[in-house]
């Protein structure tokens, strides 16, 4: 029987990529959503994807919704936290709430994901984890205190449980895209995007395929001795040492 892949946030742009992917290679794959309910359960529904609606910075609504998936399609094999936001502002004008907000949804999101498909992977002596994080919590970003401390504070996470997952045949791992040509970032204003674009080397935007491509090897089984690790796909913007 073929594995159960979620991918949170996988309705759009990069989480919906990485859902097409992962599909074509062969997964059973379910998407979570929270907005857009509409456009996200005809994405869904014309690609053969299965779709929930809840949010990940709810802990209940995640322990509730892994359990439904599970008791409908089979256990969770590989999971993908990709869902995350954007509250972006000066630190000096940044709101306690922009700043909950997106470490609710980015980083504890994660681990309200994670924790209820984490005994069951070591029961079972598989699976995959891996956390989408950013360029920016690599390097950090002026007005994205919130979103680079949550995407580095991935970074560690998968650090750590990697040594948790090991001996039991999980693996985590994160991958780190640049800028990537999502509807979000194609609406930034053209100077500005172009001034972005002028710092990377290859001198494009990623696309999200790419990313997508990615999350599908870490999935896979040939990537079994990775664990722990940062993939960095960013065309040559930041080098991570």
Not at 72 to 92: K, Q, S, Y
Not at 118 to 125: L, Q
């Amino acid at each position: 029987m073929a594995r159960v892949a979620l991918v949170t946030g996988g309705t759009r742009g990069i989480g919906a990529a990485t859902a097409l992917a992962l599909r074509d290679a062969g997964y059973r794959v379910v998407v979570t959503y929270v907005g857009s309910v509409e456009a996200s359960t005809e994405f869904a529904r014309q690609n053969d994807l299965s779709a929930y609606c809840w949010s990940v910075s709810d802990y209940e609504a995640c322990v509730k919704g892994v359990a439904r998936v599970e008791a409908e399609l089979g256990p969770i094999d590989v999971l993908v936290n990709n869902a995350g936001i954007t509250r972006d502002a000066m630190f000096h004008k940044m709101s306690p709430e922009a700043w909950h907000q997106v470490i609710d949804t980015n980083l504890t999101g994660v681990f309200n994901m994670t924790q209820p498909v984490w005994n069951g992977m070591r029961e079972r002596k598989f699976g995959r984890v891996i956390n989408i994080s950013s360029i920016n919590g690599q390097k950090g970003q002026a007005g994205q205190a919130n979103y680079s401390a949550a995407k580095a504070g991935l970074i560690g996470f998968t650090k750590a449980l990697a040594q948790e997952g090991a001996r039991f045949g999980v693996t985590v791992n994160v991958v780190c895209p640049g800028y990537i040509g999502t509807e979000m970032v194609k609406a930034v204003p053209e100077p500005v995007l172009q001034k972005i674009v002028d710092q990377i080397p290859v001198g494009r935007l990623g696309e999200p395929q790419e990313i997508a491509r990615c999350v599908t090897f870490l999935a896979s089984d040939e990537a079994a001795f990775i664990t722990g690790s940062t993939l960095t796909a960013n065309g040559g913007q930041y080098i991570a040492g």
